[in-house]
């Protein structure tokens, strides 16, 4: 395993994952409502639409925070090696996922968890063993 330690940055993960827990303890307490993305879009996507402000703010913040971020410095940038073909299938899966867990790893993981709920516990194990089987396939299996 190889870290980048030029592009190590512990800090910003720590302030990084603070916000995203106070953002989702801000929004259960004030609004009633779990921050799963998928929740949030689907919200959006189904009929009759509820709550479309604070849903259309929320989905701006996730855009807009990473466009202002690198308007203000260094752009994030992201090597991803895979052919559009296979981000859609990924992306499909995902979604698939999603539908089946009734929730993302955002909802589960960090939401459902921090509740307790056993469901998101398991959910979130599956979600984070079928991405260790992912990687262990098409790095070291298919790839290697």
Aim: hydrophobic share 55%.
């Amino acid at each position: 395993m190889l870290i980048d330690l030029a592009n190590f940055t512990p800090g910003l993960s720590l302030a990084g994952g603070l916000v995203i827990g106070v953002a989702a303890a801000v929004l259960v307490l004030f609004n009633g409502r779990i921050a799963g993305i998928s929740g949030i879009l689907g919200g959006l996507l189904s009929l009759p639409r509820k709550d479309m402000a604070w849903r259309l703010a929320f989905l701006a913040g996730l855009i807009g925070a990473p466009v202002i971020a690198s308007l203000l410095g260094k752009p994030a940038t992201a090597d991803i090696q895979a052919s559009w073909n296979e981000i859609m299938v990924a992306g499909f899966l995902v979604g698939l996922g999603t539908r089946y867990a009734s929730g993302c790893t955002s909802g589960h993981g960090v939401c459902g968890i921090s509740r307790g709920s056993i469901r998101s516990l398991v959910a979130t194990l599956t979600f984070m063993a079928a991405g260790f089987l992912t990687v262990l396939v098409q790095r070291h299996l298919i790839g290697g």
